[in-house]
């Protein structure tokens, strides 16, 4: 037995993924890679150069000539797309309305995976996403799909939102939450679905110190059976 695994997170928007991923990431001196702040970098990029996000060919060839980087700092993880910092500017509400379109390009999908694969190789690892644990690494040891009501996810964005000081309305974002959703769920190519052997927990009523106790438990279980 490796005395390492890959833990796959992946569920809707607002479910908690990150939060607790990178966590369990720091209880287990584990490496963090968030999938979906790479289709955000990619997203602000075409926004910036004004393509047509639903043209395959073009995103593509922007992604491939494209360096995305996830740096660890003290406390958070850096986003450096082409090297500039953009851990701010890929949280907008303009790159967050807009990134399913481009994350539901195939070709798209295909380089992001096998970067993200590549990441992940001869390391423990924790990866949040959406096809984390169908696609991406399907072979992790311990998969977890995080769920909770629309509700929750938007009261839980609304009050991110409050303290870092950003106006936002809770009807709203359980507008772009249910849109999103549907669009990552809907997609043909590797959609936003529980793989058949991950652990489905439902966060609605859970605090982030019970979700990530109960993910290191599915750990220890793990490494004791
Ligand atoms: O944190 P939040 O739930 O708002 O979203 P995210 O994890 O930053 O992902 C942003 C978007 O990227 C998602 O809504 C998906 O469209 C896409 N994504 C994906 O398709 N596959 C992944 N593995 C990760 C993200
Ligand atoms: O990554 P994802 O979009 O799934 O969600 P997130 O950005 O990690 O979490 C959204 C918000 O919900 C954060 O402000 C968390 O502090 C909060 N939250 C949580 O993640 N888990 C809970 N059980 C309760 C609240």
Redesign the pocket.
């Known amino acids: 037995m490796k005395d390492y695994i890959a833990i796959a997170i992946d569920g ?4 908690g ?2 939060t607790v991923a990178k966590i369990v990431a720091e209880t287990l001196s584990y490496v963090y890679i ?4 790479m ?2 970098a990619i997203t602000l990029k075409a926004l910036q150069q004004d393509l047509d996000l639903n043209d395959e060919a073009a995103i593509l060839e922007l992604l491939l000539h494209t360096k995305i980087e996830l740096n660890k700092q003290e406390k958070s993880q850096i986003v450096l797309l082409d090297n500039e910092d953009v851990t701010n500017d890929i949280r907008t509400s303009e790159v ?1 309305n807009n ?2 379109y481009v ?2 390009l195939p070709k798209v ?1 295909k380089e992001m995976v096998e970067r993200q694969q590549a990441l992940a190789d001869n390391r423990g690892v924790v990866m ?5 644990g169908t696609h ?1 690494l399907p072979k992790a040891e311990v998969k977890i799909f995080l769920v909770a009501s629309v509700d929750e996810r938007a009261k839980r964005r609304h009050e991110e939102n409050l303290k870092r000081g950003i106006e936002s309305s809770l009807e709203e974002l359980t507008r772009e939450i249910e849109n ?1 959703d549907f ?2 769920s809907k997609r043909e190519t ?1 959609p ?1 679905i529980k793989a058949d052997d991950a652990i489905e927990l439902d966060t609605t009523s859970l605090s982030i110190d019970q979700v990530v106790q109960e993910i290191l438990n599915e750990v220890n279980r793990y490494f004791n059976q």
């Open positions: 809707p928007a607002a479910a993924k990150s968030d999938t979906g702040a289709y955000r967050t990134v399913s994350a539901k999908r949040d996403g959406r096809d984390i991406v999103r669009i990552d590797s936003l």
